[in-house]
């Protein structure tokens, strides 16, 4: 059963370059306990949904409701079931993570000794024990932004918003975020999260959706997005073809000193022949999801508006 309904959602700015429609037409939903991941370049509208979802923001357009409440008419009933990890969000400098949990856990309701319990909890789960007394003003950006995500993962809200949630975080530290997330899921919350990371949109989510410019292009599966693009197989040459050899076969990528081709099984197939007749060295494995990303929205998930 959905908790999160969205139905024709739009939202249109004015500025001085004149009108901005940051969301055209976006109509989903998002069942109970679901881990949803909502992928777009910078501009997109990502984060517009989501402030409009979470309440802090109104649409111009359509309707969103969560837990059958419409966020618009009845606000004050969606923010307690809800808690929002910003995507710009800063600490306060001169608390420390254990004060920040805590202190966001009792705004929330909760008695202190449930507080300090929970605080200790989420700072060993998410590897801030070392850094738990420490203000914030000498931590590093990504241990500040671990804080703000365990303030929200905290809470055990029942619809956690993430919004680049891992955002400067080194390999290992994102790592140890995904299993919190995870653990929120298994515990029952929902969790519509952003990322600029592919590969964490692909090891987290069930389900996922692209925006572009506004619109709502994919909604499903990854692998299925896989599918969807027509393209299966990245193939890898070092040297040898030159790009109108290759360009009939998919699309022509260059990285470094070699050269990959985003193509079918056949046309995989055909060309490693090629390659290796002619003593080309050639690798070949499945078409990862920021390539199908790129074949999908036609520009890389760093590229600005």
Excluded: C
Excluded at 145 to 168: C, H, K, N, S, Y
Excluded at 298 to 304: F, P, Q, S, W, Y
């Amino acid at each position: 059963m959905p908790v999160l309904e969205a139905e024709h959602v739009a939202k249109t700015y004015f500025g001085r370059r004149g009108e901005v429609r940051a969301l055209d037409d976006v109509s989903l939903s998002i069942d109970k306990g679901r881990l949803f991941a909502f992928l777009g370049r910078n501009g997109a509208g990502k984060t517009t949904f989501i402030k409009i979802a979470a309440t802090l923001l109104l649409p111009t357009a359509g309707v969103v409701r969560l837990f059958g409440e419409d966020v618009v008419r009845s606000p004050r009933a969606v923010r307690p079931h809800i808690a929002v990890v910003p995507q710009e969000g800063r600490p306060f400098f001169h608390l420390t993570p254990r004060e920040h949990v805590e202190e966001y856990l009792r705004t929330r309701g909760a008695s202190r000794e449930s507080a300090v319990a929970r605080s200790d909890e989420i700072l060993h789960a998410m590897g801030l024990g070392p850094f738990a007394d420490e203000p914030a003003f000498r931590l590093s950006g990504g241990v500040q932004q671990r804080t703000l995500v365990a303030m929200i993962l905290a809470t055990r809200a029942p619809f956690l918003f993430l919004d680049e949630p891992t955002l400067g975080m080194d390999p290992f530290a994102r790592r140890q975020v995904w299993e919190v997330i995870r653990a929120a899921t298994r515990g029952g919350s929902t969790v519509l999260l952003t990322t600029h990371y592919l590969d964490e949109a692909e090891q987290l989510s069930e389900e996922l959706a692209v925006i572009e410019g506004g619109k709502l292009l994919y909604r499903g599966a990854a692998e299925q997005l896989k599918a969807k693009v027509g393209r299966e197989v990245r193939l890898q040459f070092a040297g040898g073809f030159e790009d109108a050899e290759l360009a009939p076969y998919g699309r022509v990528l260059h990285e470094r000193d070699r050269t990959t081709l985003l193509t079918t099984r056949r046309a995989a197939a055909e060309l490693t022949d090629r390659a290796l007749g002619r003593g080309i060295a050639v690798s070949v494995g499945p078409v990862t999801l920021e390539e199908a990303f790129l074949e999908l929205v036609g520009r890389g998930i760093e590229e600005d508006e």
